[in-house]
């Protein structure tokens, strides 16, 4: 699944780039959407990502690509590689992701319980 955002002056922070927080959020966000259209109907949960390391800053006006491939998958629980580039950049950097993680879902039932995936 490929997803794109703008990046825009609300999603800044005190020095003017990205805030973390922000790409934190659409990366989980993308994750939680490719989850559910591979298992519709299945309520999922993220419980991890497995590294968190911003690699360049991304200035206001970006136009982020976010690639997200499932990565694995288990009894009760999905992975997916999320890979972000800078549509913008030039060059070599366009090709280099500015994050990447793998994040983890669950499937959960009543209660909050773990569900096996279909």
């Known amino acids: 699944m490929e997803n794109y955002r703008a990046v825009m002056p609300e999603h800044l922070n005190h020095n003017g780039y990205l805030f973390g927080g922000a790409l934190l959020k659409w990366v989980d ?3 939680w959407i490719a989850a559910s259209l591979d298992f ?3 309520s999922l949960v993220t419980i991890g990502m497995d590294r968190v390391e911003f690699r360049r800053s991304v200035k206001q006006g970006s136009v982020l690509r976010f690639l997200i491939k499932q990565a694995g998958k288990g ?10 580039f800078n549509c913008l950049e030039q060059g070599e950097k366009r090709d280099s992701p500015v994050f990447s993680t793998t994040v983890t879902l669950v499937g959960i039932g ?4 773990k569900l096996p995936l279909p």
């Open 75 to 84: 009894t009760t629980s999905v992975a997916y590689s999320v890979e972000v």
């Open 40 to 42: 519709p109907g299945l």
């Open 29 to 31: 966000e993308n994750a």
């Open 110 to 113: 009543p209660g909050g319980r």
